[in-house]
């Protein structure tokens, strides 16, 4: 994700990544964030830019928490890409993580119903929806394209051995290379869906 934000106009949507925000400021050629508070604030969330003026917009932690019910959820999520498609410029790159019901994580909290794509669940971090990409496609504006998912928390989610030299080293290379398998990375905790803003016709 990085890789795409240097030199280009970016907003943080959501605010929940800030060390990832740390990073970007100085080597985004503009750096804006909308708290997630922002997007549950107004039922009809609109982000405070012009069409067309940014070039990638990236939001981790925020998604999936929009919304206390799934239709609440659905219909805020659906309000805040349909934004996201607006202020993209053409050709300009949205990175929106997911929460994934297929992960260990998703089957954890919704087991009885494994094959649902899409449901909500009380977790640590509230109320969570969870979706597989067939299902966020459903929402995405026809103005969005998605280009690659990536999957993230495959091998592991939370675990402090990453903090070891050589194990963590390890571990941290094997997830690397997961997250782009086609056949692991459906299972990762996260998805990081890549998406397109198309050009209008």
């Known amino acids: ?3 795409h934000a240097p030199g280009r106009r970016t907003l943080d949507l959501g605010h929940g990544a800030p060390s990832i925000t740390a990073w ?10 909308v708290e997630r508070d922002a997007l549950l604030r107004d039922a009809d969330p609109a982000l405070p830019f012009p069409d067309a003026s940014l070039d990638l917009v990236f939001s981790i932690r ?8 799934l239709e609440t959820s659905i219909a805020r999520t ?3 890409l349909a934004e996201v498609g607006r202020v993209l410029a053409p050709w300009g790159t949205a990175l929106l993580q997911i929460d994934n019901p297929r992960s260990l994580w998703g089957i954890y909290h919704g087991v009885r119903d494994v094959l649902a794509e899409q449901r909500m669940h009380a977790t640590a971090e509230g109320s969570t929806r969870f979706d597989t990409p067939r ?3 459903r ?3 026809p103005s969005l394209d998605i280009v690659r998912v990536h999957g993230l928390g495959i091998l592991v989610s939370v675990w402090r051995g990453l903090r070891l030299p050589l194990l963590g080293r390890l571990v941290e290379a094997a997830e690397w290379r997961a997250r782009d398998e ?7 905790r996260h998805l990081l869906v890549e998406v397109r803003r198309l050009p209008t016709p």
Do not use: E, N
Not at 24 to 33: C, E, H, I, S
Not at 182 to 188: E, H, I
């Open 182 to 188: 086609p056949l692991l990375r459906q299972f990762g």
């Open 24 to 33: 970007l400021d100085g080597r985004a050629a503009t750096l804006d964030v």
């Open 62 to 69: 925020t998604l999936p928490h929009l919304g206390t019910t």
């Open 135 to 137: 299902q966020f496609a």
């Open 1 to 3: 994700m990085l890789c």
């Open 139 to 141: 929402m995405l504006p």
């Open 78 to 80: 659906m309000k805040t």
